[in-house]
């Protein structure tokens, strides 16, 4: 298995009509806006840029779907939870996120949760985590961007997800440093064997 070969495959916003969906395994990769959700998956695809990442927050507003070894699907999904985009704009980012995970339910084998470890979770992240274990849907929480802090600081926020994630799996990383890419890699893998 070899996350470089990998293409763009489609966009898919609420609007895209005639939606096709194969039965392929998929992961997704999600949260809100600035966690380095693009990032993580460039690193994981080893390309520099061909999933778009931005200093700007709120660049994202399409499921962007990528294939991998043309075997799997990698998807990037946007979620916003406050209101600077304009209502009708976030109840349609809304409603993409629950059709779409509701829609391929069946073949997403892992959800990877990122959460910049720098910014403590809030109310919003914790009701999408509870609407995500109601999916029912194999979790993985990504602490990112632990270069910003010390070997105590990772540990502590280890502690601290885990107790509050109700002990889902939780992997600190780093797209930056590179650091336990490994271990997310690994655990991608697992599911879709
Ligand atoms: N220090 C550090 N910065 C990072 C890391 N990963 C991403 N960033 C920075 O965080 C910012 C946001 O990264 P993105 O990957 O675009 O974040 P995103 O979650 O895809 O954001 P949206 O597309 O807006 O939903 C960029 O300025 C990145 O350079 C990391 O591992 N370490
Ligand atoms: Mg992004």
Do not use: H
Request: positive net charge.
């Amino acid at each position: 298995m070899n996350f470089k070969n990998v293409n763009f495959f489609k966009s898919v916003s609420i609007n895209t009509k005639e939606v096709y969906f194969d039965d392929k395994k998929e992961i997704v990769f999600i949260w809100r806006s600035n966690m380095g959700k693009s990032s993580l998956m460039n690193t994981i695809f080893e390309k520099k840029d061909l999933v778009k990442t931005s200093s700007k927050p709120w660049k994202t507003r399409l499921a962007n779907i990528f294939l991998v070894e043309n075997k799997y699907y990698f998807t990037d999904l946007p979620w916003y939870w406050f209101a600077k985009l304009g209502k009708d704009l976030k109840e349609d980012l809304d409603a993409l996120i629950s059709w779409y995970l509701e829609e391929r339910k069946d073949n997403i084998k892992k959800v990877v949760i990122l959460i910049d470890s720098k910014l403590w979770p809030q109310q919003s992240d914790f009701e999408m985590f509870e609407y995500l274990l109601e999916l029912e849907l194999p979790l993985t929480i990504v602490l990112s961007k632990v270069d910003k802090l010390s070997k105590n600081e990772i540990n502590k926020s280890i502690v601290f997800a885990k107790e509050s994630f109700f002990w889902q799996e939780i992997i600190a990383c780093s797209s930056k440093k590179k650091t336990w890419i490994d271990e997310l890699i690994k655990s991608i893998k697992k599911v879709l064997r």
